[in-house]
């Protein structure tokens, strides 16, 4: 889907760009995306770029455009993992600037009329506007964070009891997570660094909202190292408790396997084919029985006794 704003923020909508104005596409289609290269003259080979899942934070500058990419965070993939990141790139020329991003995202949301609505005034200045995004990237993967440490504690609550390792994979996903987390997070630092130090764009950045993104993007960046280091140990411990409750249980069948050989050991010597007494009488049955419970009762006893069971 595209959309084209009169300006930065999307406060006013048009159909047709302008000098100035913004193109905002998620997902395109190959229709969309031959629009991108055809009409708006952005080269295959940059589209291509930003739509590479893999594809990594940088900065390129050239007389004509100047190309950004940071990673932002996304929930919900098919492989099972809650978040992923993917590469938003940003096309800046002197006629317009696209944003252009492979998945549905949070920092430019394409059902909504505007990602910038809470600003009191319109965003002309296409750096700020960028670093912008920084912040706005910055404070999702934060917000993304807490609903892994959420997760996480669920998870660990599960884990106490579990003879399964269904609650280790979960566990395994969201360390996953913190990896691309913490990977995308370094190479949108390394940007901010690079935007921080570049001639070209220097005088134009706000200085304060440069700082901001800059802090906020570090805290990310800290938070997510602690939670991965948290989630390593919890790995390593819980795998630990699993195989401890599997001895449990195992300890608890075998207990239950001794205490029930004992009746069939009595009813073995009882049941043998040679004479012992008890062919003729009448309580020989029931005697045998109730020394069976008598012998099972007193091996319960002394396991509880020795604190097996």
Not at 44 to 51: A, E, G, P, R, V
Not at 96 to 121: A, D, M, V
Request: net charge negative; aromatic share 8%; hydrophobic share 45%.
């Amino acid at each position: 889907m595209i959309k084209i704003f009169k300006t930065f923020g999307g406060y006013s909508k048009i159909s047709e760009p302008e000098k100035g104005c913004w193109i905002n596409a998620i997902s395109p289609t190959d229709s969309e995306i031959e629009r991108l290269t055809n009409d708006f003259g952005v080269p295959d080979d940059i589209i291509s770029d930003i739509l590479d899942i893999d594809e990594r934070p940088r900065v390129e500058f050239e007389d004509d455009w100047t190309l950004i990419i940071l990673r932002v965070p996304v929930p919900g993939f098919s492989n099972g993992m809650p978040f992923q990141t993917v590469p938003l790139g940003i096309f800046m020329s002197h006629d317009f600037t696209l944003t252009l991003c492979l998945n549905e995202n949070e920092i430019l949301p394409i059902g909504k009329p505007s990602p910038f609505r809470e600003q009191y005034s319109e965003i002309t200045d296409g750096i700020n506007f960028i670093l912008r995004l920084f912040l706005r990237s910055a404070s999702t993967y934060l917000r993304y964070l807490k609903q892994i440490s959420q997760m996480t504690a669920f998870i660990e609550q599960d884990l106490e009891k579990s003879i399964k390792n269904k609650e280790l994979n979960k566990l395994l996903k969201l360390e996953k997570c913190m990896v691309f987390f913490i990977t995308s997070l370094k190479g949108n630092e390394m940007v901010l660094a690079k935007l921080r130090n570049s001639r070209r764009i220097n005088n134009e950045i706000n200085e304060d909202l440069l700082e901001d993104a800059a802090i906020e993007n570090q805290q990310a960046l800290e938070t997510a190292q602690i939670y991965a280091d948290i989630q390593s140990g919890m790995m390593d411990t819980f795998a630990s408790v699993i195989s401890n409750n599997l001895n449990v249980v195992m300890k608890q069948l075998t207990l239950i396997s001794i205490i029930l050989m004992i009746p069939t050991l009595v009813a073995s010597f009882i049941g043998m084919n040679v004479p012992n007494g008890l062919e003729n009488s009448g309580w020989a049955m029931p005697g045998i029985i109730l020394g069976s419970l008598i012998l099972s009762i007193i091996g319960v006893l002394l396991f509880k006794r020795q604190q097996w069971l």
